[in-house]
């Protein structure tokens, strides 16, 4: 069974960093898009980053530059690094995972861990 826990959150002021991981279990495929969304209050999930077979990268518009994805497959663990953080990055961020390689920003991932708060203010 699958199992995405993520840990790394908490508050930060503006310009400030963080980073978050995403431990993975029981999750051996061998094509695979892992990612991160985030959701804030009042609106909907949106993709931030992604990595894909081949460890192709994908971000959204709006993290572009300032956010880096990366992972580490001996420890099975997905990592995002998050600096020049923005009061609008506020919001519940979620790891997810799926064996289709094709999905890269798409909202359709199968597996999802639980969340993990940032909350950056000005």
């Known amino acids: 069974q699958v199992q995405l826990v993520e840990s790394g959150g908490g508050s930060v002021q503006a310009g400030g960093s963080l980073r978050l991981a995403c431990a993975l279990f029981g999750y051996s495929y061998s094509s695979y898009c892992m990612g991160w969304f985030r959701q804030a209050p009042g609106k909907e999930r949106e993709a931030v980053a992604t990595?894909?077979?081949?460890?192709?990268?994908y971000y959204a518009d709006s993290v572009k530059g300032r956010f880096t994805i990366s992972q580490d497959n001996a420890k099975n663990t997905l990592y995002l690094q998050m600096n020049s953080l923005k009061p609008e990055d506020t919001a519940m961020y979620y790891c997810?995972?799926?064996?289709?390689?094709?999905?890269?920003?798409?909202?359709?991932?199968?597996?999802w861990g639980q969340g993990t708060q940032v909350t950056v203010s000005s």
């Open positions: 990595i894909c077979t081949s460890r192709s990268t």
């Open positions: 997810a995972a799926d064996s289709r390689y094709w999905l890269r920003l798409r909202d359709e991932y199968k597996h």
